[in-house]
T-cell receptor, first 112, second 113 residues
């Protein structure tokens, strides 16, 4: 079963625009992580946000966490063609034995 | 630093054949993981090793076995491959089992005919 579900499943934007994707989950979490996967490659960790944090930034990335709504969002500002990838959220929940549970991902296409 | 390395990159097996996927990390991480990724399914955990000397089942362990050979190496074995095991397999490692990000290898693309 997938704890985290990303929305939308796919997103197409122009270079320079912002991209926002959301992740919803079902049970209380210890932390939530976002990963990027370029086509044919392994996943790369982007940001880890803990349950007591509301917002984190890393370069052009901004992650928010709303534990009352059991949701998180990832914002990529001023997107570039190199941001074309799939983005996954993963939750660490005590109810799941602290094993990371990945969602199905959002496929982002940034058109030059 | 090579990070997490996996061999082989590609493999084609016939139904019933066996093989071992190798994984090694050079980051002195305590925890290691094996995932499979099927189209549209995200990643699913097969087995993990929270620390050297321990292994535990994940979400989809049937048909697989693992060995934590030492702190660096964690192998995944398919004893009798089935077409349902056609997938991309990823190894990952993390500093500890709880509360840390995971670092992934490049993956092994396995086809079982």
């Amino acid at each position: 079963s997938q704890q985290g579900e990303e929305d939308p499943q796919a997103l197409s934007i122009q270079e320079g625009e912002n991209a926002t994707m959301n992740c919803s989950y079902k049970t209380s979490i210890n932390n939530l992580q976002w990963y990027r996967q370029n086509s044919g490659r392994g996943l790369v960790h982007l940001i880890l946000i803990r349950s007591n944090e509301r917002e984190k930034h890393s370069g052009r990335l901004r992650v928010t966490l709303d534990t009352s709504k059991k949701s998180s969002s990832l914002l990529i500002t001023a997107s570039r063609a190199a941001d074309t990838a799939s983005y996954f959220c993963a939750t660490d929940a005590t109810a799941a034995g602290n094993k990371l549970t990945f969602g199905g991902g959002t496929r982002v296409l940034v058109k030059p | 630093n090579a990070g997490v390395t996996q061999t082989p990159k590609f493999q084609v097996l016939k139904t019933g054949q066996s093989m071992t996927l190798q994984c090694a990390q050079d980051m002195n991480h305590n925890s290691m993981y094996w995932y499979r990724q099927d189209p549209g399914m995200g990643l699913r955990l097969i087995y993990y090793s929270a620390s050297e000397g321990t292994t535990d089942k994940g979400e989809v362990p049937n048909g697989y076995n693992v060995s934590r050979l030492n702190k660096r190496e964690f192998s995944l074995r398919l004893e009798s491959a089935a077409p349902s095991q056609t997938s991309v397999y990823f190894c990952a490692s993390s500093m500890a089992f709880v509360g840390y990000e995971q670092y992934f290898g490049p993956g092994t693309r396995l086809t079982v005919t």
